[in-house]
């Protein structure tokens, strides 16, 4: 069972950066696929980026701000994000899967609690 553990969370003024780490000592890469997802207050959760193999792909809110990356053994994931914006304030979860769309959250069976960021004006 792959468990995900969010790190790195923070308060920051805009323009700002954050790195959050997702470690998961059963992660295994060319099996899991691992997703990043962030929930504001009121709002539905959305998909922000995800890493399989080497291959990346962001949502388009996120493109060109965050990278997100995967360690040499696999188990931990981070997401790099630079020029942070108020609309980036959310709570930020890790998720594995297997398969399925990669911005699905239906595709992802393992989530971390989550770790807070927090972008003032």
């Known amino acids: 069972q792959v468990q995900p553990v969010e790190s790195g969370g923070g308060s920051v003024q805009a323009g700002e950066s954050l790195s959050l780490s997702c470690a998961a000592s059963?992660?295994?890469?060319?099996?899991?696929?691992v997703g990043w997802f962030r929930q504001a207050p009121g709002k539905e959760r959305e998909w922000v980026a995800a890493?399989?193999?080497?291959?990346?792909a962001y949502a388009d809110s996120v493109k060109g701000r965050f990278t997100i990356s995967q360690d040499s053994a696999g188990t931990t994931v981070y997401l790099q994000m630079n020029s942070l914006k108020p609309e980036d304030t959310a709570m930020y979860f890790c998720?594995?899967?297997?398969?399925?769309?990669?911005?699905?959250?239906?595709?992802?069976?393992?989530w971390g609690q989550g770790t807070q960021v927090t972008v003032s004006s």
């Open positions: 890493i399989f193999i080497g291959n990346k």
């Open positions: 059963r992660l295994r890469v060319g099996v899991h696929r």
């Open positions: 998720a594995a899967g297997v398969g399925g769309s990669w911005s699905d959250q239906r595709a992802y069976s393992s």
